[in-house]
């Protein structure tokens, strides 16, 4: 039998040695190293110092070394998840390239179980239990790649045409309500952006009349300005023009 | 001349009779493709009956010697409150004769049982080229929707789309809509194609009508009753106020101003197809999950024919200007 020297299997070692009855009787110490297995492995090993072929150049320096250096460990990589590549992953951000807008769509993120997609039934692309996305064109995919055996392409096309009948339906729908509630006498709150034109609206109309005097100044200088064309002075040309002589006149 | 008057004062509305509905009466049949017989009974003879009676009563109750058209009552009763039962008889007689002037019969029907599975079902895809060679009707008219609507699947889905989309009782129509505003009279490139009348789509809620040259510069009206009565309001509070208002002078006017004067400039809509997308017609043969398999039929029977009848003509269409 081979020298032993490492400690830390001894019990598993004596173990085997057991069951294949080349030990017929348990050491004693068996049960007790059993109960407490050495913890550190107390043997001494030769070091090899000086150059050796069978080694690594670039470990040779540390071999002589005596003491240990601590290494620094980057914990970020430890813990760091493994990148999880899926082809519905692809199918998503080719689907959202090609609709940036279907982004600007509010989407709950709150799930009461976690498991809310597998109440869908993807044969069909509208659901129950959660709003057309991008995400049911995806989903639906995968479901007619599998079901109907499509290769993808036909696959895509067919959920992302349903996709768009549906948009369509559902966008005539909201705007019809809204008409249809308009008739039967519903009143519905400025939005944003009309609060915005009316705010801008106000400093348009200013605008409109402080123009409206520009311009009559203007037109009043230019006639007069045309008579003293024989005195050499050059007509003024733009609104801008006679806006600038207006105001900084005083100060020259 | 006294004869003349007594005799108007008598005259009465009735429902139209369309040859087609009159045989399906006689024979109790099935409209194919669209309704059951006892629907069909129920939705055109009955309540055209209730509606002309009651509207015949409401013109006696009123002391009304009814004009000769429908039309011209509607316009007689539409900006007056007071005879609104009057309007909303004439209107739901002359849409209710509208819509079963333009439907005929289709080959293949059947009324199936249909569940809640139906609002989940994806919708049938069609092939542009296919919806459009299938699509046998006048050239001319075939020619005009695609011009206004870009292909027929196009103006299918929008048609269909509109009329699903109304809830409560509703009418969408196809119109033509002239452009003879005031922007291409004066464009240099008016010739053939800029004088020619765009179709388009629109929905009615209840009884609405479609023609518009009733309600012209109703928006518009209707905001300056507000305005005034504002003003009124106005007055009355201290006069620091009036004077600040006096100041407020907007030389521009809103886009909705603009929007409001010119809207129905010189503008007289013509209907060509109602649907009817009332519940009432799907409810009693498709059931409430019915609307767009109804809808689908409905596609199906619609009369092009009629439709052709009731383009304006083309002489019509076109019209020149004279700079002498």
């Known amino acids: 039998m081979k020298i032993q020297n490492h400690t830390q299997k001894i019990i598993e070692r004596t173990s085997s040695f057991l069951k294949s009855g080349v030990i017929k009787q348990k050491p004693a110490w ?22 050796s ?17 601590s290494k620094k460990i980057d914990s970020s990589k430890i813990h760091a998840i493994p990148k999880i590549k899926l082809f519905e992953d692809q199918l998503r951000n080719y689907f959202y390239a090609k609709h940036p807008w279907e982004f600007s769509r509010p989407k709950i993120l709150v799930e009461n179980e976690g498991n ?26 995968l479901w007619l790649i599998k079901n109907e055996k499509l290769s993808l392409n036909e696959a895509y096309d067919k959920s992302r045409f349903e996709f768009y009948n549906i948009r369509m339906r559902e966008e005539l729908q909201s705007l019809n309500a809204k008409e249809e509630g308009m008739m039967y006498g519903s009143l519905f709150a400025e939005d944003n952006l009309s609060k915005g034109v009316a705010l801008e609206q106000e400093f348009v109309d200013d605008w409109a009349k402080l ?3 520009q311009t009559q100044i ?3 200088t230019r006639s007069t300005n045309k008579f003293s064309d024989s005195e050499g002075n050059e007509p003024s040309k733009s609104l801008f023009e006679s806006n600038n002589d207006i105001e900084y006149g005083d100060k020259n | 001349m006294s004869l003349r008057l007594i005799f108007k004062r008598y005259q009465s509305y009735s429902l139209s009779k369309f040859s087609n509905l009159e045989e399906l009466k006689l024979n109790t049949s099935d409209f194919k493709g669209l309704f059951k017989y006892s629907t069909l009974n129920e939705l055109y003879f009955q309540r055209g009956e209730k509606i002309v009676n009651e509207l015949n009563l409401q013109l006696i109750e009123n002391k009304i010697s009814p004009p000769s058209s429908l039309n011209e009552l509607i316009k007689l009763t539409i900006n007056k409150p007071e005879l609104i039962k009057i309007y909303n008889n004439a209107t739901s007689l002359q849409n209710l004769n509208f819509f079963f002037e333009n439907l005929k019969e289709s080959s293949d029907y059947s009324f199936p049982v249909i569940d809640s599975n139906e609002i989940l ?31 027929i699947l196009q103006f299918k889905s929008l048609l269909l789309n509109s009329a699903h989309s109304i809830n409560g009782n509703g009418i969408t129509w196809l119109i033509s809509q002239p452009r003879n505003d005031e922007s291409l009279k004066f464009s240099s490139f008016s ?18 009508t479609i023609d518009d040259s009733l309600r012209s510069n109703q928006l518009y009206k209707n905001q300056k009753q507000k305005e005034l009565k504002e003003n009124l309001k106005l007055e009355k509070e201290p006069e620091q106020q009036e004077v600040v208002e006096e100041e407020f002078n907007p030389i521009l006017g809103t886009i909705e101003e603009a929007e409001f004067q010119n809207l129905f400039n010189e503008k007289s809509i013509i209907p060509l197809l109602a649907i009817d997308a009332s519940p009432r017609n ?28 009731r383009t304006p003509k083309k002489d019509s269409q076109n019209f020149s200007f004279d700079y002498e």
Request: proline share 3%; hydrophobic share 30%.
């Open chain 1, 218 to 220: 203007f037109q009043t």
């Open chain 2, 282 to 309: 799907y409810l009693k043969d498709y059931g409430v999950f019915g609307n767009q398999r109804y809808l689908d039929n409905v596609w199906k029977c619609i009369n092009w024919d009629i439709v052709k009848q």
């Open chain 1, 53 to 69: 072929n069978y080694q690594d150049p670039l470990e040779t320096k540390r071999s002589n070394q005596t003491r240990v250096k």
């Open chain 1, 116 to 141: 809310e997609t597998n109440k869908c039934d993807w044969s069909h692309l509208l659901q129950l239990n959660k709003p057309l996305d991008g995400e049911s064109v995806v989903q639906r995919t």
């Open chain 2, 191 to 208: 010739s053939n194609f800029g004088n020619k009348d765009k179709l388009s789509i629109v929905n009615t809620y209840n009884n609405g």
């Open chain 2, 121 to 151: 079902k994806s919708p049938i895809l069609e092939d542009l080229e296919e919806v459009n060679n299938n699509f046998n009707i006048d050239k001319d008219l075939k020619d005009w929707i695609i011009s206004s609507f870009g292909s």
């Open chain 1, 211 to 213: 123009a409206s005097e």
């Open chain 1, 30 to 51: 068996y049960d007790v190293v059993a109960a407490h297995p050495p913890s550190t492995d107390l043997t001494k090993n030769a070091k090899i110092l000086g150059y």
